[in-house]
């Protein structure tokens, strides 16, 4: 990808195109709710990508918000990560989780302790992506029947 890229924080008059291409490029379907959160709720992030020669098509969107633990230390929980498959293989994904990751430092005033997401025990190609992050299984056994009709893995990324 050549063109400059363009990261932006999902903003109201965004929110059908963002759900329309997040459903689109994943196997659940998410309500207009769900994206409202990250309009409302505190260290809440929902990331579109886009490229400065076409700024209004979306070739990327993550998704997530800061789970508080222990002594003031934070989890970035990635609810969805999704790419235009057309600019798959282009390190997009990457960039997304890298932007991702730097914001929710700066929301939990550097104590992200890790990263952390869900992934279909049966998505191979995901979780190879994620492994190719620094992502790790929290458990070798999945967790059953987490989706309808699958279980799923948790991964985490330590954050150093």
């Not at 992934?119 to 992506?129: E, G, I, K, M």
Request: aromatic residues 12%; neutral net charge; glycine residues 6%.
């Amino acid at each position: 990808m050549s063109a400059p890229l363009l990261f932006t924080n999902l903003k109201s008059q965004d929110i059908s195109g963002v759900q329309e291409f997040t459903n689109a490029h994943l196997d659940c379907s998410y309500p207009v709710g769900f994206f409202l959160q990250f309009l409302y709720t505190r260290g809440s992030l929902c990331l579109q990508l886009r490229s400065e020669q076409e700024p209004n098509k979306i070739l990327g969107v993550i998704s997530g918000k800061l789970v508080s633990l222990e002594d003031h230390k934070y989890d970035g929980h990635i609810y969805t990560l999704a790419v235009e498959p057309a600019a798959r293989r282009l390190g997009l994904g990457s960039k997304l989780i890298s932007e991702f990751e730097q914001k929710m430092r700066k929301e939990s005033n550097g104590n992200l302790t890790f990263l952390s997401l869900d992934v279909r025990s049966r998505d191979q190609n995901a979780l190879n992506f994620y492994k190719t992050q620094g992502f790790q299984f929290l458990d070798a056994n999945p967790i059953k029947n987490y989706y309808p009709n699958d279980d799923a893995y948790k991964l985490v990324k330590p954050i150093l």
